[in-house]
């Protein structure tokens, strides 16, 4: 966005990290709150969401002289909800110049406005928006910017844009994810015009249909537990009654499901997809499962004229809340460019693989890498417990070397403090692992480490962690 001179009162677009421009209005930041040093910014308070924060000038546009390129390039019903305050406040703002001539009014009176309230690290309110693998913002001079609002509400109260997105601009250039041929218009995402249907709504699809909600898509539903659909119909999702008919209704569906007996189930299954392809249909198969499975899937959806995409993603829940994935991408190649708009809400870049089953193989041989790793790391703090190290001392040794990563201190700390709170499921790592040796045996490729994993995670799972994060196979060291 190009530099303007505003002042306090101006309407504006503000321009939020990686999601599309936003109304709000340029407003005096409380007296105890200062500006991020370095940078040219103005406070802003956005409209529909209660939500304020500083905005450097050059992600700020001025209102009314863009307000049609931007309803033309946004189109979600929040968004629309947010211009449609802006338009209430101008019609007031109106109402009080034509009857200010003073009669009636009470001089030097003020209606009393509620405090703006900072949520700081301890916060529940902020807790819920905050990706764990921040630092703190008191501490961070990078990313000194911060997230207020006019009351103590809850998070779900701040859902227009706050709701899994997080209010902090990015110091690097380009925000826009760029899925391969795609096209982003100032950052932000253009939707599709085809209807969009996601079946399977767990760790990983919530956060995935949530974006593209937020996007402006329109997305149909569905899940097995019909109550998660819920939270999404309130969001503006349609429902489907079953994954035939969400294909049916759909141009594009995508499915998201634990394994490949799931993934086979959904297609094949009673009231199934393929029920619901018809020639030119659309099926994109996201789910972690087997090259085996994929060959499969693609040839009974294309055996009834559909289109067939695998697209399964690298990431874990908290990735896809942010839409930061990354989506490996193989089949129809026509099929990955109808998707453009969609993995652009979902992830932060895409790779295309060339024919069916290459990238269920490159996402295998990736979570055999991370899962393998994660034993490692489990292995190496309970070593160190065992012959009297500190283990908080092993982890800032580990995150000042070459093998520092937000991976690392994140399930580290995790594993410290005893939250194995899922955000890829132990034993869904498990059956990757399981997967990715299998595969090695086929290709007569031999796979130790990942064996000698497997029999960790196995134990794990012996003692109860299935449903707990991946990083629950410390405890298998230590039962």
Sequence with gaps: MATVHLRIGDLVWGKLGRYPPWPGKVV???????????????????????????????????????????????????????VDAVEDFLKKAKGKEQNSDGKGESKGKKTPSKPLKILEEEDEDLSALKDPSEKPVKDDPHFHHFLLSQSDKPA?????????????EEDTGSTSIQAADSTAINGSITPTDKRIGFLGLGLMGSGIVSNLLKMGHVV???????????????????????????????????????????????????????QGIRPGKCYVEMSTVDPETITELSQVITSRGGRFLEAP????????????????????????????????????????????????????????????FMATIAEGLTLAQATGQSQQTFLDILCQGQMASTFVDQKCQ?????????????????????????????????????????EVYKRAKALDQSDNDISAVYRAYIH
């Design 28 to 82: 005096s930041p409380p007296k105890d709150l200062k500006k991020p040093r370095g940078k040219k910014c103005h406070f802003v308070k956005f409209f529909g969401t209660e939500d304020h924060a500083w905005i450097k000038v050059e992600q700020l546009k001025p209102y009314h002289a863009h307000k049609e390129e931007m309803i033309k390039i946004n189109k979600g019903k929040r968004f629309q909800q947010a």
């Design 156 to 168: 779900s109260s701040m859902e227009p844009i706050s709701k899994r997105l997080k209010i902090i």
């Design 220 to 274: 149909t539903v569905w899940n097995r537990t019909a109550e998660k659909c819920d939270l999404f119909i309130q969001e503006g999702a349609r429902l489907g009654r079953t994954p035939a008919e969400v294909a049916s209704m759909c141009d594009i569906t995508f499915s998201c499901v634990s394994d490949p007996k799931a993934a086979r189930d959904l297609v094949m299954g009673p009231s199934g997809v393929l």
């Design 313 to 372: 993603v690298a990431g874990s829940q908290q990735l896809s809340n942010d839409g930061m994935l990354v989506i490996l991408a193989a089949g129809d190649r026509t099929v990955y460019e109808d998707c453009s708009s969609c993995f652009q809400a979902m992830g932060k870049t895409s790779f295309f693989l060339g024919e069916a089953g290459n990238a269920a193989r490159m996402m295998l041989i990736l979570n055999m890498v991370q899962g393998s």
């Design 414 to 454: 995790n594993i410290l403090q005893g939250n194995f709170k899922p955000d890829y499921y132990l034993k869904h790592i498990q059956k990757d692992l399981r997967l990715a040796i299998s595969m090695g045996d086929m290709a007569n490729h031999p796979t130790p480490m990942a064996a000698a994993a497997n």
